[in-house]
């Protein structure tokens, strides 16, 4: 590696080196002197300067090596990344909750707050509550605002790569062509990052969740809309407008009347409003005894939730509705599949709550319809995936600021 390292100036040289060296350290946790020549291949005077740069700089501290004996010699001594340099900022704004997380960056979580608020109240009421959670959090974490090197932000709907324009995100009132990072922007003395909400959960998923250590996932968000985060060659697939993965677009109509306004044919047909509306026609029947007793007697009040309750009781109308909504699911999921042939596929958003009762019958209807399907499981970050999501993006643009010059040597 030093032989890459041979031309420039004297102080491009520098900067390279020391963000060879920083990212060595911080990908590999606390390490001495000895193992960064190993790693890096820079020679002993050249890590010996490099380290003394970034001690006097804060990047790094220096201390004893855990369980090292005392001999003859001086004692061994690590060197580790200075995680608490700064901090950075991720928030989940959804229809019915903001979730904010507060994190140093290695991506240790230090700061939460979580808040329920009404999308359809409009965007700057939803701001409002947005900031005060993002306060809230800073506060808890005892970190200034000033400390603050990214922030990144989950929405709903497509956020324009270009413009920064959020579109399509009817959960949200007074969204529609919102420059988020712009507006939230003003807020913060830091870089503001804005991505789609799916989009930060399979990267979360890769994170720390059920995507660790696998390349090509597709998490499938089933709520009252339906999308999908892409991720190939363990990078997020977000398309050439921010538009990959709305698979809630696909044209799988149900016969039904036309989408709801704000729905495409696939959610319509088999997200969270299809499971109430077919629900609902069961109850009103003469054998919806089962689902109405469970609504306390209120067809109006049956959703998804009713409905895989009333079908692990046995009941026939609620099993039917089941059947049909499933079948629907699993032929959307195995178009995704056979056309980016994932490893994995992770089901999260709400209709990921009934568990085994979904994954299940899922994995077997893919399974018919798929030559190569793929493996089938619940998310493992639940509805924190945004916001987990938008701590990564968060500190990976930090690292890219940190380790600009020795990828642009590379």
């Known amino acids: 590696m030093e032989k890459l390292l041979t031309s420039g100036s004297p ?38 300067e490099v380290v003394e740069f ?7 501290s220096e201390s004893p090596a855990d369980g090292t004996t005392r ?10 990344f200075r995680a608490d340099l700064g901090y950075v900022l991720g928030v989940d704004i ?30 700057e009421v939803v701001l409002a509550e947005s900031r005060t959670a993002a306060r809230r959090a800073l506060d ?21 790569p270009g413009s920064g324009r959020v579109t399509l995100a009817p959960q949200l009132a007074g969204w529609e062509g919102i420059r988020l990072a712009a507006v939230l922007g003003r807020s913060f003395p830091c870089r503001v990052l804005v991505d789609n909400e799916v989009h930060l959960s399979v990267l979360a998923e890769r ?7 696998i390349d090509d996932v597709v998490y499938m968000q089933i709520g009252v809309g339906i999308g999908a985060g892409i991720l190939i060659g363990g990078e997020v697939y977000r398309g050439a407008r921010g538009a990959a993965g709305e698979i809630g677009y696909l044209p799988i109509p149900d016969g039904d009347d036309p989408p709801a306004a704000g729905l495409g044919h696939f959610e319509h047909a088999a ?14 029947g003469p054998d919806g005894a089962v689902l109405r007793e469970l609504a306390e007697g209120d067809p109006d009040a049956v959703d998804a939730e009713i409905v895989f309750a009333a079908a692990a009781r046995g009941d026939e109308p609620a099993r039917r509705v089941l059947d049909e909504l499933l079948d629907r699911l699993a032929r959307g999921l195995a178009s995704a599949a056979a056309l980016l042939n994932p490893a994995t596929v992770i089901i999260g958003g709400g209709l990921s709550r009934a568990g085994d009762a979904l994954l299940e019958p899922l994995e077997r209807r893919v ?12 998310s493992a970050l639940g509805d924190e995936a945004v916001a987990l999501g938008a701590v990564r993006l968060a500190t990976q643009s930090v690292d890219e600021r940190l380790f600009a010059f020795e990828e642009a040597a590379t």
């Open 140 to 160: 808890e974490a005892g970190v200034a605002r000033s400390s603050l090197k990214a922030v990144a932000v989950g929405t709903p709907g497509i956020v324009d």
């Open 54 to 60: 970034l001690i006097k700089t804060g990047y790094v």
């Open 71 to 80: 001999g003859p010699g001086p004692r061994a001594r690590v060197l580790s």
């Open 94 to 123: 959804g229809a019915n909750k903001i979730l904010a997380l507060v994190a140093d960056l290695n991506g240790r979580i230090v700061g939460s707050d979580r808040r329920a608020t009404d999308g359809s109240k409009g965007a």
């Open 271 to 284: 997200g969270g409003s299809a499971f109430a509306r077919l629900g609902r026609e069961a109850a009103r």
């Open 11 to 48: 102080q491009l040289m520098r900067r390279l080196n020391a963000a060879l060296v920083l990212r060595a350290i911080r990908d590999n946790g606390p390490a001495t002197r000895a193992t960064l020549q190993r790693t890096t291949g820079l020679s002993k005077p050249t890590v010996r």
């Open 367 to 378: 399974g018919e319809l798929v030559a190569l399907p793929p493996r089938l499981v619940l």
């Open 207 to 213: 994170w720390l969740g059920a995507a660790r250590g």
